[in-house]
């Protein structure tokens, strides 16, 4: 789709001129991206990464059953607690998961032990339910940043 953008040249009457600009921004890459002449990201690409804003998507039936605890949740969360620390600490269970399973089933030709995967289950949920809590921790204390939105 066409961009309108703002050239630096003025025009002799001081108004400032605008060039269409076609968005080069991949939809999709398989291995390699393509070479881009004016260096990693196009112009295009980052004008709408500058204006970018955040449209959440629509809640599945798990989120409306969920969120009341979720709020419960992160209300008692203390206020200086940073969203992306919130964030972190999902991580953090996603890793010891994953370093659990590579200890134990390393090749994955060997089932691990039953207290592995009940780990593993209790650090699943505990991610999704420290990611749900982020944004609403974010919200709250008005600290809400494009890079939570990416964490």
């Not at 990201?41 to 500058?50: E, M, Q, T, V, Y």
């Not at 399973?101 to 991610?127: M, N």
């Amino acid at each position: 789709s066409p961009l309108t953008m703002a050239n630096d040249n003025s025009s002799s009457n001081g108004s400032a001129d605008t060039v269409e600009a076609e968005d080069q921004t991949l939809t999709s890459c398989l291995f390699f991206e393509p070479p881009i002449p004016s260096g990693n990201i196009s112009p295009s690409g980052l004008h709408f990464i500058a204006t970018h804003k955040y449209r959440p998507g629509g809640y599945t039936h798990l989120d409306n059953l969920l969120n009341p605890i979720w709020t419960f949740l992160t209300e008692l969360l203390p206020m200086w607690l940073a969203p992306n620390m919130v964030t972190t600490l999902g991580g953090m269970h996603c890793g010891l998961a994953y370093g659990l399973l590579w200890w134990y089933s390393p090749d994955f030709d060997t089932s691990p032990p039953s207290w592995v995967v009940a780990v593993c289950a209790w650090c699943t949920v505990a991610y999704y339910t420290l990611d749900c809590m982020d944004g609403k921790q974010a919200r709250r204390t008005g600290t809400s940043s494009p890079l939570g939105q990416l964490l």
